[in-house]
């Protein structure tokens, strides 16, 4: 089919507040040998989406300076080296940029069939959280059945994707949450123990519930003081994964609890990593957890949707942190 030679996106004019953004006519994108053209029916919402609206996360060489990092609807082009996709195929894609608007491109081995039974806008909750969790939680932190797991901010994006595949992958679940709201709503996804950081000291809560041994592995999005209480929490031998800093990058730390205790501390980015290394993450979600999602047994969280054209007001629930689970855009 003939694609518009433009379209309607929404761009940040200036780096600032959701009052920056416009609605505006941009360049359709064109499609590379490896890529497919998607026409967006829907793009989930970032944290690192703000941060680059304000200036702080700068697109990757060579991606769209769009924001959306993750979008879902069909495919309407496929480039010469792609064997898998076909025009009209539902699907869902890890984007490096480009998902506010009505195409994007996406590099196909960052795109996954949407799961049996789940919608468009199910669909776009998806690519950002899932990829993150199972690179994180499975590939670098090792969670295993039985072993313990902890992760901060259990009712954002992140935090609902990881309770629930940590516990249906065998894992005992703590989480962390800012209102008793948040907390029981941890617990009704598999969480045994939510603890809200608002009222209590988690360090402390977790060192009782674990008769002292501590958690073996904790997958935090927070930073700041967090780091060094973190340490303290894990257990002989466990692991560390930091993927976010809300609270910053720099901090006071102990490392000979660290040392003592054997624990590993690592952390991953992931928009800028390779093609080859997003593909892998997509084949384990599809053998993995792709069924997990057609069967029922984890579920996309999805806290609001807005037309692309209220995406201002998407950024400001955002940034209330009042929502749980995944705030959506809809073209």
Known sequence: MTLPSNMTAIVAAEPGGPETFSLVDAPTPTRAASEVIIKVAAAGVNRLDI????GLYPAPKGASPILGLEAAGVVVAVGDSVKRYRVGDQVCALLSGGGYAEYCAADQGSVL?????LTAIEAASLPETFFTVAHNVFDRGGLKAGQSFLVHGGASGIGVTAIQLAKAFGARVFTTAGSDEKCAFCVSLGAEKAINYNR?????????????????????MVGGDYIDRNIRVCAEDGRIVQIAFLRGSKAQVDFMRLMLKRITLTGST????????????????????????ASGAVKPVIDSTFPLAEAAAAHARMESNDHIGKIVLTI
Do not use: H, M
């Open 113 to 117: 069939p949407i799961p049996q039974g």
């Open 200 to 220: 209590e000291e988690f360090a402390e809560v977790l060192r009782d519930a674990t008769n002292g041994i501590g958690v073996n592995l904790i997958l935090d």
């Open 270 to 293: 992931l928009r800028a990593r390779p093609a080859a290394i997003k593909a892998d993450i997509a084949k384990y979600l599809e053998a993995n957890v792709w069924p997990l999602l």
């Open 51 to 54: 941060l680059q609206r304000q």
